[in-house]
């Protein structure tokens, strides 16, 4: 007898402000080949509905689902995600054990209500195994499984270095240290300065591509004090870089066209976290086979150290700096290209779709409602190279 195919679906929207990673897209797209997965579907407005007949719902950040602070909707999403619990298996995709910077009673509640209800996780890294089984211990009874962050190939193919570094305005020679994407807090964009400082040659830039935290993440003001908090950390910001001659900010969201450009202009790409479990960062710089630098910290210092890039101690100014210099003179080395053949070669879409939908199958609940009975587990490609 032949066995059904897998009905998905992924909580999450891919318009808006997701389009500036496109994670969920190719984690989507990833599924449709696959000849065990009948059909995906995807979006936040499911939960808006009263169907219920997918095998496996996938949640990812659990803050995008829920208005930050209301309670009301807390207790809806609570009680539709026991109705869909009765006929799915519950997956959560676990990017972070609690949100970046939020840390208020309401956000604790609800990633515990949604670590409750999984039936099974994923992760990024072993890292994550761990933090997760340490903070909701009633976890680590259940399913998981543990997968690469996908490459990022669908920026396309590397720029040429010296054509980039015109296109954006940048200096023709010497090093160029791209810090990408939104840093979320003041101290983030104070380790980017830290870190352009370290011994990188006579000339080096640091180029600042993405958003700067111009806005308090906690508090709710009225649109003109917003505004002008704004301007004012804007205007700190610039004049950080006003002040050095070798620091360039753009901030703005950067368009997917432009993003193969910008990691192609840089020589070292530096993730500036102080506390963060993952980061795309790490992905992006191996897929255009940049030496990346990040902190020693959850699955980005357990990646980055399996694959030889540099670690710092975030908290540790020498260490910072001693990861810089480290990362200067392994430019000529084969750690670069090694990584892009890590992100190609075991950080393919295709090869992770797979991996879950075998992990997804062993979750498939029965008539009565339960979890199949399962002795053996889906284990990541990472698992088995290690083992």
Same mark, same amino acid.
């Given at each position: 007898?032949?066995?059904?195919?897998?009905?998905?679906?992924?909580?999450?929207?891919?318009?808006?402000?997701?389009?500036?990673?496109?994670?969920?897209?190719?984690?989507?797209?990833?599924?449709?080949?696959?000849?065990?997965?009948?059909?995906?579907?995807?979006?936040?407005? +499911?939960?808006? #509905?009263?169907?219920?007949? +997918?095998?496996?719902?996938?949640?990812?950040?659990?803050?995008?689902?829920?208005?930050?602070?209301?309670?009301?909707?807390?207790?809806?999403?609570?009680?539709?995600?026991?109705?869909?619990?009765?006929?799915?298996?519950?997956? #959560?995709?676990?990017?972070?054990?609690?949100?970046?910077?939020?840390? @208020?009673?309401?956000? @604790?509640?609800?990633?515990?209500?949604?670590?409750?209800?999984?039936?099974?996780?994923?992760?990024?890294?072993?890292?994550?195994?761990?933090?997760?089984?340490?903070?909701?211990?009633?976890?680590?009874?259940?399913?998981?499984?543990?997968?690469?962050?996908?490459?990022?190939?669908?920026?396309?193919?590397?720029?040429?270095?010296?054509?980039?570094?015109?296109?954006?305005? /940048?200096?023709?020679?010497?090093?160029?240290?791209?810090?990408?994407?939104?840093?979320?807090?003041?101290?983030?964009?104070?380790?980017? /300065?830290?870190?352009?400082?370290?011994?990188?040659?006579?000339?080096? #830039?640091?180029?600042?591509?993405?958003?700067?935290?111009?806005? !308090?993440?906690?508090?709710?003001?009225?649109? =003109?004090?917003?505004?002008?908090?704004?301007?004012?950390?804007?205007?700190?910001?610039?004049?950080?870089?006003?002040?050095?001659?070798?620091?360039?900010?753009?901030?703005?969201?950067?368009?997917?066209?432009?993003?193969?450009?910008?990691?192609?202009?840089?020589?070292?790409?530096?993730?500036?976290?102080?506390?963060?479990?993952?980061?795309? !960062?790490?992905?992006?710089?191996?897929?255009? %086979?940049?030496?990346?630098? %990040?902190?020693?910290?959850?699955?980005?210092?357990?990646?980055?150290?399996?694959?030889?890039?540099?670690?710092?101690?975030?908290?540790?100014?020498?260490?910072?700096?001693?990861?810089?210099?480290?990362?200067?003179?392994?430019?000529?080395?084969?750690?670069?290209?090694?990584?892009?053949?890590?992100?190609?070669?075991? +950080?393919? +879409?295709?090869? =992770?779709?797979?991996?879950?939908?075998?992990?997804?199958?062993? /979750?498939?609940? #029965?008539?009565? %409602?339960?979890?199949?009975?399962?002795?053996?587990?889906?284990?990541?490609?990472?698992?088995?190279?290690?083992?």
């Amino acid at each position: 007898m032949s066995v059904a195919k897998l009905r998905i679906l992924v909580l999450s929207d891919v318009n808006g402000g997701a389009r500036a990673n496109p994670f969920t897209i190719e984690l989507i797209k990833s599924f449709w080949p696959n000849q065990d997965v009948q059909h995906v579907d995807y979006g936040s407005f +499911w939960l808006a #509905t009263v169907r219920d007949d +997918w095998d496996i719902v996938l949640i990812q950040w659990p803050e995008l689902l829920v208005e930050q602070g209301d309670f009301s909707a807390l207790a809806v999403f609570e009680r539709r995600l026991a109705s869909l619990k009765a006929r799915s298996s519950i997956v #959560t995709l676990v990017h972070n054990i609690r949100p970046h910077y939020r840390h @208020s009673d309401f956000d @604790s509640s609800l990633y515990s209500m949604v670590f409750s209800f999984s039936d099974a996780f994923i992760h990024l890294g072993q890292k994550s195994v761990e933090m997760l089984n340490q903070f909701y211990p009633h976890t680590a009874t259940r399913p998981s499984i543990v997968i690469p962050h996908g490459n990022y190939r669908c920026f396309g193919p590397a720029a040429d270095k010296v054509a980039a570094r015109k296109l954006l305005g /940048l200096p023709r020679e010497g090093v160029v240290v791209l810090v990408f994407g939104e840093l979320r807090a003041t101290e983030e964009f104070n380790l980017a /300065l830290k870190a352009i400082k370290s011994d990188l040659g006579p000339k080096k #830039t640091l180029l600042i591509a993405g958003r700067v935290p111009l806005r !308090n993440r906690n508090g709710r003001y009225g649109r =003109i004090v917003a505004y002008a908090t704004a301007a004012s950390r804007l205007i700190f910001f610039l004049g950080q870089v006003i002040l050095r001659h070798n620091i360039v900010l753009h901030e703005r969201a950067v368009p997917a066209r432009e993003v193969s450009s910008y990691v192609s202009c840089a020589d070292i790409i530096f993730i500036a976290r102080k506390n963060t479990l993952n980061s795309g !960062n790490v992905s992006l710089g191996f897929t255009y %086979g940049k030496i990346v630098v %990040g902190p020693d910290i959850g699955n980005i210092g357990e990646v980055l150290r399996g694959a030889g890039n540099p670690v710092y101690d975030p908290s540790d100014n020498e260490s910072l700096r001693l990861a810089m210099e480290e990362a200067y003179q392994m430019l000529d080395s084969t750690t670069g290209k090694n990584n892009e053949i890590l992100s190609r070669n075991e +950080w393919n +879409w295709e090869g =992770i779709a797979q991996d879950l939908v075998m992990f997804f199958k062993s /979750l498939r609940r #029965t008539s009565a %409602g339960d979890l199949e009975d399962s002795s053996t587990s889906a284990r990541s490609r990472i698992e088995r190279k290690s083992s």
